[in-house]
């Protein structure tokens, strides 16, 4: 399973990144500010997949069908994804962090080229478009495993079908995990 809305908000966390790079005449204040912004907004990322990670292997433990089925149906009412998609779709931190970035400008008219500044702006506003599709795929995803689950009743091929697909729903997750770690990596390396 791919999952495109994640690498491309990857991607665009990557690009902010890089954007913080290309701009070195940027105050080492203002520098600083957005890198704890980018680290916030990793963290969150972070903490949201493995939240939905942890989840989808407990439910996947279940070797008893029914127990399993049940399980899976409760993705559609889990209190803990509605709190963490709320805290997603809103990430205040690169909210804020736009907001000043906006501001900055006119202060540090010649030492940081319109282009490089103007492509930063770009890609931390892709990153909280992205955030919502992302969250709202989720959510869907829940409720499609949940609305297969309730559907299954005593149905072992589907109940095998629907292991098989939150399996790989998981895995897909743990892939872009893997992605999001590498590029924090790097991130720490040029900030």
């Known amino acids: 399973m791919e999952l495109k809305l994640f690498t491309d908000l990857i991607d665009a966390l990557g690009k902010v990144a890089g954007g913080l790079k290309a701009i070195v005449n940027l105050p080492k204040a203002e520098r600083e500010t957005m890198r704890r912004t980018l680290d916030e907004t990793y963290r969150l990322v972070d903490t949201t997949l493995n939240m939905v990670i942890i989840r989808l292997g407990d439910i996947l433990l279940q070797t008893a069908d029914e127990d399993f089925l049940r399980e899976a ?20 931190s690169l909210r804020v962090a736009l907001r000043e970035t906006q501001t900055l400008v006119g202060k540090l008219t010649g030492a940081v080229s319109t282009k490089d500044w103007d492509a930063l702006l770009l890609e931390m506003g892709s990153i909280l478009a992205t955030e919502g599709e992302v969250a709202e795929f989720i959510s869907q995803q829940f409720q499609q495993h949940a609305s297969d689950a309730l559907g299954a009743s005593q149905d072992t091929k589907r109940t095998q079908s ?4 939150l399996a790989a729903f998981r895995a897909a997750l743990l892939d872009e995990r893997h992605e999001l770690i590498k590029q924090e990596l790097d991130l720490y390396a040029m900030v």
């Open 162 to 165: 629907i292991r098989d697909s």
């Open 73 to 92: 149906v409760r993705l559609s009412n889990c209190g803990e994804w509605m709190q963490a998609e709320r805290d997603f779709r809103l990430c205040r």
